[in-house]
């Protein structure tokens, strides 16, 4: 609140000292109103502008990335049930098929994700690639690796959301 009294002071000031002069060269009190106000309102719609801009366009890049951080949440989840399921059955395809339709709705998303930087969208599709990918090795030896990856990545990920949030 203080802060914004402070803010209102500086701006009356700054009217008042726009007016004074604009008198000193009109001389005429009526006029150098009228156009003091008009500069006002101009800088004010301008300054208005700008500052909707940012704030709007702020807001709608954190929603955009928290909205993409719950789709991984729920990827991962669907991955952890499915990777269960490989452990009980070593089926390697049911696994993988399990998760296509999942993977594809999410690759869906992350391309319409454009407030998040093109990097971090990269760094994302390289690490749901990861599960469901063909890199496991002959006899699938480097799932484990694989998932293993997955996770940290996913960690690496969120951090990256929090700082660009925070």
């Given amino acids: 609140m203080q802060k914004f009294i402070e803010t209102s002071l500086v ?16 001389c ?7 156009i003091a106000t008009t500069i006002i309102q101009a800088v004010a719609i301008i300054v208005g502008g700008f500052w909707a801009y940012y704030k709007f366009g ?7 990335i928290i909205t993409l951080k719950s789709y991984l949440m ?49 760094k994302i599709f390289e690490t749901i690639w990861l599960t469901i990918g063909n890199d496991t090795g002959k006899n699938f030896e480097k799932i484990d690796e694989n998932w293993k990856r997955f996770g940290e990545q996913l960690k690496e990920i969120y951090g990256e959301f929090d700082d660009i949030i925070s």
């Fill in 74 to 122: 729920e990827y991962q989840n669907r991955h952890n049930w499915a990777a269960s399921e490989y452990r009980k059955n070593n089926d390697i395809a049911k696994y993988k098929l399990s998760l296509l339709n999942d993977y594809n709705q999410l690759s869906k998303k992350i391309h319409l994700s454009y407030y998040v930087p093109k990097e971090l969208r990269k």
């Fill in 28 to 34: 005429d009190i009526e006029k150098s109103v009228n």
């Fill in 58 to 64: 702020w807001e709608k890049k954190c929603e955009n």
């Fill in 11 to 26: 701006f009356i000031l700054i009217y008042l000292i726009l007016v004074l002069s604009l008198c000193l060269v009109f």
